[in-house]
Structures are given as C-alpha cells and as structure tokens.
C-alpha cells in the first residue's frame, strides 16, 4: 500500500515538471514582454529604456530558454509567481486569495455530483426497468446533453432571479462565515455537478448491472447472503474501481467546468479571474492559473486513486492493480 | 547425418530447439529471469506419420509447436526442413523462400472459438491467404473454398456465413480446412479437440485421419490426454517441463514405457486388460516446478516415485535404448536398466 | 455445382453482419429516435437559406433586441440580427467544429492506438504518457495554452480538439489490440505470412470498430458542448462568427437572461436537443454492438 502510495507521488513529478514546461513555452508565445510581469509597476515606472535593458540582462532574460525555465520554475516554487502586468499585484496574493474558493466550489460540485450520481446508479441498478430507473435514465441522457453554462443560467434564472431563494451574484464569499457562504455556493455547485452526476449515474448503473450478472454474486445470493450484503459487499465494492476511474477521467472537466460556472454566477474564484486576466492580456497570470489548475486536477485525481485503492481489499493488500491504469 | 535423415524419410529435424521467455520486472523492464518453456529438444518427424506431443498443462508443448510453424522464434537451435530435397534451416530462409515456407507448414490452434476472426466471413478468412500464396484468378479461389469445406463435411455456401454461426465441431473444422488451403504438408494440430465436446472429438479426429490418408499429410498432433494421441499418433514424444523425456512409437511406449513420467501418465488413463496383469495407479505428488527455475539434475526428480540420488544432481541425456534405438528416454534408470 | 451454389448465395448473404446491425440498430427506439433528430437538425442547417430569408451577420439598428412573433422567429438580437437564422447558420459552423473534431480525433486516436497496441515497445509507452499528460490537464484549460500558441479561429479550434480529442479513442483501441493480439486468428494471419501492418488494419482493427464509433458519437457531442462553453467565454470561435456558443454568449449578463430569454433559450435548447440526439445514438450504438452480442 505505502509502496502505492509513494509510487503514484512520485509519478506526479514529472507531470508537473512537464505540464509547467508546456505553460512556460506558452507564456514564451505570448505577446507580452516578460520584464513587466516579473518586476513591480512602482519601479517600473522609474526606469529608463537603458534601465529596462539592463535589467534584462541582470534577470537574466536574455538567457536561453531551459535556463530561463529553470529559474522561472525555482522562483515558482519559492512562492514568487511575478506580478500580473494589468493590475500590478503579485499573481501570489490573487492566487492565495482566490483559489481556495474555486476549490471549494468544485469540491462541493463532486461530492454533490458523486452523492446523487452513486445513489440513483444504485437504485436504478437495483430495481432495473422500473420507474425510478427509467426515470434516472431519462434524466441522465438529458443531463449529460445540456451544457454546463445553459443549466446555470436556467438555475439563475429560476432559483435566483424568480424565486430569491439565493442570492443572484455570488460576488463573493470574502469576510462571511462558513455558513454565509454557503448560499452563494449551492447553485454553482449544484449546477456544476449535475453533469458529472448524470454522467455517474449512467455509469455507475451499468458497472453495477455488469457486476450483478456475474457468477459470483449468482453464488452469493445462493448461499442466501441477504440481499443488502449482496449489493454492497459484493456488487458495489467490486464496481468502485471503474467508478472511481471514470471520476477521474471526469475531473479535470469538473475543473473546467468551473471556469464557465463561475462566470455564470459571478463567482469570485480563479476562475472569472482567469477569464477577466485573459480578456486584459495578463498573460503571465493567465498561465500561472492554468498551470495551478492543472496541478489541482491532477492532485484530486491522485487522492481519488488513493482513495479507491483504500476501499479495495486487492490494492489495501498490497496487489498488483493493473485494473487501476 | 542426412543420409540418415534420407534414410529416414525424414521431412522435420528439430536440433537443440530453446525457446526462453524473459521475464520482465519493474519500471525499466529489466530481464530478471527466463521462463525455460522449451529446454534443448531435439526430435525428427517422419513424411507422412503423426507424431504426437504429450505432457502436462505448461510443459511446452504449444510454445515448441509455434516454434515449428515460426510464430516464436526459437532462442536458439536449428529447424531442418526438406525443401524438394535439400533440407533447409527454417530459421535462415530470405523472404521470399519463407512465404514459401509458410505455405508447407501451417497449424490448427487450440481454441477453436478465438481462431476465427469474429467480424470476417469464412470466405475472407480463407481468401487472402490464398492471395498471397499465388491463387490470383478469383473464380478459382472461390472453388478452392468450396472444395475444401466439402473437403471437412461442410456445405460449400457455409462461406458467406460469420463465425458465431458456428458451433465449436464446426468452427475446428473450418480451421482444419483453413490451414489445408496453401496446401501443406506438414500441420502442427495444438490440441485441436480439447476445446470440444467429448461426442464430437472424435469425429473430428477421424476427419483429420481421413484427411491425412488422402493427402499424405504429416502432423504433429499436440494433446494432453495420452489416450487420444495413442489413437491419433505413430509415433509419441513426452514432454516435462519444456524437454522429450521419452520417445517411442505409440505401440511400443503404450506397454514398454521406461520413463517414471510416461508410466505416470499413462496409469492414469484406463485401459482395457491384457494378460490379466493389473496396472497399478501412480499419482503425480506436488506441483510442477516453475519453467522458470526448473529443479536442478533430473527435472521430474521432485515429483518422481523411483527417484535417486543421482537424479538429483546429474541430468540424464536423451538417449536411445540398448535393444531398440528407435526408442529415446532421459533417464537414469532406464540406461542403467540397458547398460 | 458448388461454384453455381455459392455464386446464388453470394448475393443473399454478402453484407450479413453489417445487415444485421444495422437492423438492430433500426429496431432500437431511442437510436432510431437520436438518428432522426441529428438528422433533421442537420439538415435544417444546411437547408438555412431555404428557412429563412435573413442573413444571420446584418446588422439592423431599426430592429434591436425585438421580441420573437411578427417576422422574426426567435425574435432579434442587441444588433438586430435574426436569432433564428443565426441558430441555423450558427448550427452549420458548431456542428463542423464538433463532427470534424471528433472526426480527425477519432483518426489520429485510431492509427496511433493501432500502432501501439500491435507493436507494443517505446513507442507504446510514449504516447501512453502523451495520453495521461493530455487528459490530465482540463481540456478548457488545455485549449487556453493551444489557443495563446496559435490563436483563435475555427480551423485553429478544431485543430485543438483534434489534439486533445484522440486520447480516449487512443486508449480505447489499443486496450483492444493487447487483447485482440494474442487471440489465435491473428496467429493463424502470421502463419500464412501475412504481413503485419495488414494484420493490424485489417484484421484486428475492425474488431475495434463498434467501440470506436459509440466514442466517435461522445466526442462528437462533448466538442459541441465545449464549442458552446467556449464560445460562451468569448474564448472559441471570433464573436463575428455565428455559432451556438457565440449566440449564448449574449446570456452573461443578467439583463439578458432575465429581460431576452428568445437570446438564449432557443439556442440552449438547439444545442441540448442536438447532443441529446448524438447520445441517444451513440447508447442504441452502443447496445447493438455489445460485443457479448456479437
Ligand atoms: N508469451 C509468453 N511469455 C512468457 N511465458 C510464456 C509465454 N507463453 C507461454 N509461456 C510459459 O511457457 C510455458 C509453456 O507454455 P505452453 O503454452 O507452451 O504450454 P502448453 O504445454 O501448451 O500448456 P497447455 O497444455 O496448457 O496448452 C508456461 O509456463 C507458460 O507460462
Ligand atoms: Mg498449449
């Protein structure tokens, strides 16, 4: 398990170190002088063309690139991201302010979205052909076939607008308590989970259908295991693998999904900052969002791997999972 | 050593065939080992006989036939084919002389229901290898097909049909009648009727038999169960663990067995009595040992009832009796038996 | 007498295995259903000229922001243009971006799966990477770098898709080649020397072809769904150009969605029933070529 556990960490390393060179030649592309992101606009304003000049040099612009690379990675690491060229303020605080409540949002969406996607999968495995499961079904065709952006607005309009049930413009969630906050974030939330609920639940019931018609649970159930046991011991810990992989496969889109969510609602998250930093050009900001977004989905992902490896006796045990990739 | 070969009428010489597997381990694929699924096997076949292959799940004996028609290569070792009459090592032939080969060594697989490709019908299936192998007119190819599924008890229009369509008899027979198309003359059948029920096995044996009277086939007919290459075979080699412990006509191992194994094997099939003399059951103790780290001296020694000291440390060569040199064993106590 | 017999069967039996799917195919309500729906849609779009007299890109100050009934559909939108015709014209563009897209996906995913999983090796090890490092990265965001490196525009945006798009087709296919590869038939192919790009393409890819045409139908509607995503940002397709995206795009402020619902309701609606259609095919896809059925 620890071996696992460290192997899968360690495999991380060089997916960051790629995803991040990726980023860096993008931001080589962009059409903006690096200097002005990586210096603040006070001291910027007092220099000379002969001064900027110089400076190259001295920042060691002028380097070749994978030096550039390095450095530019270093000072990442060290928690200095440059400054964004529009608004002048390190990419470090905007980052540190507004990304824990992207995360939250997009955590809230997976929890919602796994909830309702695993409870309706099951039941309508459960009880197959009736109503419930020709209802679910129905229901997930017409969910994973409404963009994301569309049930937003709908949600706005209906539960926000008409209904003031919540609050239209999540503007933010700054200086409000666990629980203030907790309104701004139930429509984004749910809005951005529907999909991957809908998604799930499609899933999760043929896993658990495939894993209902094998021999081994027409044997449980002849020895007279009750029925619950059956599902759960057998049915349900035996489809977790693919469910798990398939929610993996799903998250970087939960990810992005955010981005259109959060624009919808107004949500102050990195993601209507991403957009307001690409519509003005801020370049350097707009690619450090990327890059940290990418090493989230990727982070989630891996704990979700871990996750399932726990509730599965063969990995817990040390196995060989080849299921797993 | 080919006059002997001549003399012997003999169309397949296999010399020192081994066939190792790496085993791989860890991120880098380091070989940290080999699977020894073939260990020096030495053996001829005769134009025209069968030549049986026996021994357990996992001796080899399917890696040794895919080593024959060359879908392994062998690690190392020599294939001496008789083209016309030159023999020929299979494993140093250009490209073009190996079509050529392809064509004179073909083989029947083991399961009948992955041997046909689900989505191609019998027609395809049959037809692009007589592309290949020089039948360009299309009319001629098309008699051809319906020549040789009448040829193993099908209906010519079967052809258009898919492979689902088929049961398991039927399937084998249309492998059987595929790997015939090129014209062969050496077939390496890999327990062509293990996959099939008991009632059909032997018609499908008889068909192979019947098959091979007519077109003076040679075979090399793979099995584990000893009863049905006795019946199919003129001569039996036994295999353990990846090397021919015994060889011998299929009379003759039948009551004169020298090898531990071999009387193992074969007590364990019944057979009617003759000359009132009860055979006794020997059962095999213990597992077979790993290819990949077989026993050292004798590799039946952990498992073998009349096992020696010797055994254990010194292997016995291949060698062939005293008083019937057609009759080839590794073991000690048989030489010694002779000596 | 064989020949003359075959020659008679040849005719009826031909085309059995394809015949016969797609009977199937045509007997599942919901395929048959989907089918129809993309269909029609389509050809609504292409048939735009014919539906409506306007031309999605005039600009009519006379007659902004007008209501839909009288002699617009769908009403107006801020600058006067026909939201009808431009969700017509606007489905012409959104759904080449989604089919093509899918389309050189599924090609490249196809040819790349095949070689990797026939071959095994460096190679396959490479592109497995490749593949992770793709999918692990959200697409949207993979989209932004791609489009900072080559810019907006359609072309460039299918381009993007094609990139991003070939990973699951990838896996899919060479997932099955590892297994197709060892069965006997591919043995038997080897043993009459038949060569192994041959073995590949003709012989196993087909086998992998169902599975590839129900994943030709997700990312056919999942590249509809990003286009729109995207558009909606202002990150696809240039605001000149009529797409459905673009067309929603109007929807970002409240105004719009509270005072305008014709702006964007018919095009959400245009764009759900379009990929509700592409799914519902590609499920009844999916039920008629199970393989366990096969
Ligand atoms: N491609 C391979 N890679 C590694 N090891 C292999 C491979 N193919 C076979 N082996 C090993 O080689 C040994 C011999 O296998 P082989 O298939 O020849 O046995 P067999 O005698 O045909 O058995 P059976 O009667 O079950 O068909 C086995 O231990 C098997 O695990
Ligand atoms: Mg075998």
Redesign the pocket.
């Known amino acids: 398990m620890l071996k696992y556990f460290v192997s899968r960490m360690l495999m991380l390393i060089p997916m960051i170190l790629i995803i991040s060179f990726i980023v860096f030649i993008g931001l080589e592309f962009a059409p903006a002088d690096p200097l002005t992101a990586m210096i603040s606009p006070d001291q910027m304003s007092s220099m000379t063309l002969e001064d900027m000049e110089a400076m190259r040099e001295s920042l060691g612009l002028n380097a070749p690139m994978l030096v550039r690379y390095g450095r530019w990675l270093v000072n990442l690491l060290k928690g200095d991201m440059g400054f964004s060229i529009v608004t002048g303020t390190p990419i470090t605080n905007i980052i540190s302010n507004l990304l824990p409540s992207t995360i939250k949002l997009t955590f809230a969406a997976l929890l919602v979205s796994t909830f309702m996607g695993l409870l309706f999968g099951i039941l309508s495995a459960i009880k197959s052909n009736s109503a419930i499961d020709y209802i679910s079904s129905v229901l997930g065709v017409i969910g994973i076939s409404m963009p994301e952006f569309f049930i937003g607005i709908l949600a706005l309009l209906a539960f926000a607008i008409r209904l003031r049930w919540f609050p239209a413009q999540g503007r933010t969630d700054v200086g409000l308590g666990a629980f203030g906050s907790i309104k701004y974030l139930v429509l984004p939330a749910c809005s951005l989970g529907l999909v991957l609920a809908a998604a799930l639940m499609r899933y999760t019931r043929n896993a658990m259908l495939d894993v209902l018609n094998k021999d081994y649970v027409k044997t449980a159930r002849a020895k007279g295991l009750p029925e619950w046991k059956v599902y759960y011991k057998h049915a349900f810990r035996n489809s977790l693998m693919p469910i798990s992989v398939l929610i993996c496969l799903r998250l970087p889109m939960l990810i992005g999904g955010s981005v259109v969510i959060e624009q919808v609602f107004g949500y102050a998250g990195i993601g209507s900052r991403l957009l307001t930093a690409i519509n003005a050009g801020d370049y350097q900001l707009v690619l450090v969002i990327v890059l940290l977004l990418s090493i989230v989905s990727l982070l989630a992902s891996v704990f979700i791997d871990l996750l399932t490896a726990l509730l599965d006796p063969r990995v817990r045990l040390g196995g060989d999972i080849g299921g797993a990739k | 050593m080919n006059n002997q070969n001549e003399a012997r009428d003999v169309l397949l010489d296999l010399k020192n065939i081994k066939k190792y ?1 790496p ?1 791989q381990a860890g991120i880098f694929r380091k070989t940290v080992g080999h ?1 020894k ?2 260990d020096d096997v030495s053996l001829y076949v005769k134009k025209g006989e069968t030549l049986g292959l026996v ?11 895919k080593c024959i028609v060359r879908l392994h290569r062998p690690t190392s070792g020599e294939l001496r084919y008789k083209f016309g009459n030159k023999y020929r090592n299979l494993l140093s032939l250009n490209k073009k002389e190996s079509l050529d080969a392809r064509k004179k060594i073909q083989m029947v697989f ?1 399961d009948p229901y992955s041997s046909l490709n689900p989505v191609k019908n019998i027609f395809t299936a049959f037809d692009e290898p007589l592309k290949i192998h020089g039948w360009s007119n299309a009319d001629e190819r098309k008699d051809r097909i319906a020549e040789l599924l009448e040829s193993v008890n099908l209906r010519a229009d079967y052809m258009y049909r898919y492979p689902n369509e088929f049961s398991g008899g039927q399937r084998q027979r249309i492998c059987i009648a595929r790997a015939m198309c090129v014209n062969p003359e050496l077939i390496v059948c ?2 062509p009727v293990s996959a099939l029920d008991v009632s059909i096995q032997a018609q499908v044996l008889n068909l192979m038999k019947d098959l091979q009277k007519e077109l003076g086939l040679t075979y090399v007919f ?1 099995a ?1 169960d000893l009863s049905v290459v006795e019946y199919m075979s003129d001569r039996i080699a036994v ?1 353990y663990l ?1 090397k021919v412990v015994e060889l011998a006509s299929a009379k003759r191992l039948y009551y004169h067995f020298e090898h531990p194994y071999t009387e193992a094997l074969l007590s364990a099939i019944p057979i009617p009595k003759i000359g009132g003399e009860k055979r006794q059951r020997i059962v095999l103790e213990g597992d077979v040992p ?2 990949a780290n077989p026993p050292a001296g004798c590799r039946f020694h952990t498992r073998c009832h009349k096992s020696m000291d010797i055994c254990k440390t010194q292997a016995p060569t291949f060698r062939p009796l005293k008083n019937d040199p057609d009759h080839m064993v590794a073991c000690h106590l048989a030489d010694t038996a002779d000596a | 007498m064989a020949t003359a017999l075959v020659t008679k069967q040849k005719r009826i039996k031909k085309s059995s295995l394809a015949k016969r799917n797609l009977q199937k195919l045509l007997n599942n309500k919901l395929a048959v259903l989907g089918l129809f729906i993309v269909v029609t849609m389509i050809l609504l779009c292409i048939a735009a000229p014919l539906l409506t007299p306007y031309d999605p890109g005039k600009i009519s100050l006379f007659e902004r922001d007008s209501a839909p009934g009288g002699e617009h559909i769908f009403g107006t939108d801020k600058l006067g243009r026909d939201v009808f015709a431009r969700i017509l014209y606007g489905g012409r563009i959104s759904i080449l971006i989604g089919l093509s897209g899918a389309l050189g996906g599924m090609i490249l995913g196809v040819v790349i799966g095949s070689l990797c999983g026939f071959f095994g090796g460096i190679l396959d090890a490479i592109f497995v990477k490749v593949a992770e490092l793709v999918s692990i990265v959200p697409q949207l965001l993979l989209v932004l770098i791609l489009s900072t490196i080559i810019g907006p525009g359609v072309p460039n945006l299918i381009y993007v898709f094609i990139f991003t798009g070939w990973v699951a087709t990838f896996r899919l296919v060479r997932g099955r080649f590892f297994s197709l590869r060892e069965e006997s038939f591919v043995e038997a192919c080897r043993a009459f020397g038949i060569g192994s790009l041959s073995i590949a393409f003709k012989h196993i890819l087909p086998n992998c072809l169902g599975p590839v045409a129900v994943q030709l139908t997700l990312n056919t509607a999942g590249f509809i769904l990003q286009e729109a995503a995207l558009s909606f940002l202002g990150l696809g397709v240039p605001t000149g150009v009529p797409t459905w995206g673009n067309i929603m795009n109007a929807a970002k402020e409240i105004i719009t969605i509270t005072e305008s619902p014709w702006l964007w309701i018919p095009t959400g609606v245009a764009i759900a029933l379009f990929v509700l259609g592409v799914n519902f095919f590609g499920d009844g896809l999916r039920d008629v070529l199970d393989p366990s059925q096969l």
């Open positions: 597997y085993i699977v699924a073939v021994g357990e799940s996992g001796c080899g004996k399917t890696t040794l036939g083991q890999d327990e793979i584990h295999m990846g790993s290819p």
